[in-house]
T-cell receptor
Framework: ETGVTQTPRHLVMGMTNKKSLKCEQH?????MYWYKQSAKKPLELMFV???????ENNSVPSRFSPECPNSSHLFLHLHTLQPEDSALYLC????????????????FGPGTRLTVL | AQTVTQSQPEMSVQEAETVTLSCTYD???????LFWYKQPPSRQMILVIR??????QNATENRFSVNFQKAAKSFSLKISDSQLGDTAMYFC??????????FGPGTRLSVLP
C-alpha cells in the first residue's frame, strides 16, 4: 500500500462504547496529525506527533486520546463520545526537519466517517 | 494567531472555462507556506499546489496556478480548462515553520457540463 491509510472508513458507535481509529503512513514521514472535519466548519487540528513526541494538543476533550507507537502508526482512542463528535476524522503525515526549520507538505488519508448515536 | 479566509462558499464554472478561487490570510510572520487542497466527493484531501512565501514566482501545476501577493496576503487559485473531475471542495491552508497548519473554511466548486 502507498500513501496514508485509515481504518475503519466508517464507524457507528454508541455514547458508552470504546473504539479506536487507526492511521498508517507508508511515506517515510516522521510527523503525523489528527484532524476533525465537521459540516460547515474549517478543519480542526486535534493532535500533532512529531518525531513520535506529542507537540501540540488544541484543548481537545479528554474523551479523545491519541497514541503514536512509532513513526508509521497513529491511533485515536475514543470513549464516551457525544453526538456532536460525529464528524470525518482525517489523518495526515509529513516530514519534519526539526524545530524552527521548514517542513514538508502534509499528505492526508481518506478519513474515518464517525457517527455517534 | 494566523487566520485563513475564503470569501466564496460556493462557485460554479462551465467545463473548459477558467475559474479563480480567492484566499486571504493574516500572519505576522515573513516565512511560511501556502497550499491549496482539493477534497472531492470521495472525501480524501489531495494536495493541489504549494507556494513558499520566500519565492516571488507563482507556483504552477499543470492547469492549476496561483496568484501570490505577499504584501496583500492574498493567495488565489486559478483553474484553467476546467474539467468535471475538478468538482470538489477547495481548501486554502497556511503553514508556518512551527508546523501549525490553519485551513480556510473551503469553497465548493461545481464544474458544469
Amino acid at each position: 500500500e502507498t500513501g496514508v491509510t485509515q481504518t475503519p472508513r466508517h464507524l457507528v458507535m454508541g455514547m458508552t462504547n470504546k473504539k479506536s481509529l487507526k492511521c498508517e503512513q507508508h511515506l517515510g514521514h516522521n510527523a503525523m496529525y489528527w484532524y476533525k472535519q465537521s459540516a460547515k466548519k474549517p478543519l480542526e487540528l486535534m493532535f500533532v506527533y512529531s518525531l513520535e513526541e506529542r507537540v501540540e494538543n488544541n484543548s481537545v476533550p479528554s474523551r479523545f486520546s491519541p497514541e503514536c507507537p512509532n513513526s508509521s502508526h497513529l491511533f485515536l482512542h475514543l470513549h464516551t463520545l457525544q453526538p456532536e463528535d460525529s464528524a470525518l476524522y482525517l489523518c495526515a503525515s509529513s516530514h519534519y526537519s526539526g524545530q524552527g526549520t521548514s517542513t514538508d507538505t502534509q499528505y492526508f488519508g481518506p478519513g474515518t466517517r464517525l457517527t455517534v448515536l | 494567531a494566523q487566520t485563513v479566509t475564503q470569501s466564496q462558499p460556493e462557485m460554479s464554472v462551465q467545463e473548459a472555462e477558467t475559474v479563480t478561487l480567492s484566499c486571504t490570510y493574516d500572519t505576522s510572520e515573513s516565512n511560511y507556506y501556502l497550499f491549496w487542497y482539493k477534497q472531492p466527493p470521495s472525501r480524501q484531501m489531495i494536495l493541489v499546489i504549494r507556494q513558499e512565501a520566500y519565492k516571488q514566482q507563482n507556483a504552477t501545476e499543470n492547469r492549476f496556478s496561483v496568484n501570490f501577493q505577499k504584501a496583500a496576503k492574498s493567495f488565489s487559485l486559478k483553474i484553467s480548462d476546467s474539467q468535471l473531475g475538478d468538482t470538489a471542495m477547495y481548501f486554502c491552508a497556511f503553514m508556518n515553520y512551527g508546523q501549525n497548519f490553519v485551513f480556510g473554511p473551503g469553497t465548493r466548486l461545481s464544474v458544469l457540463p
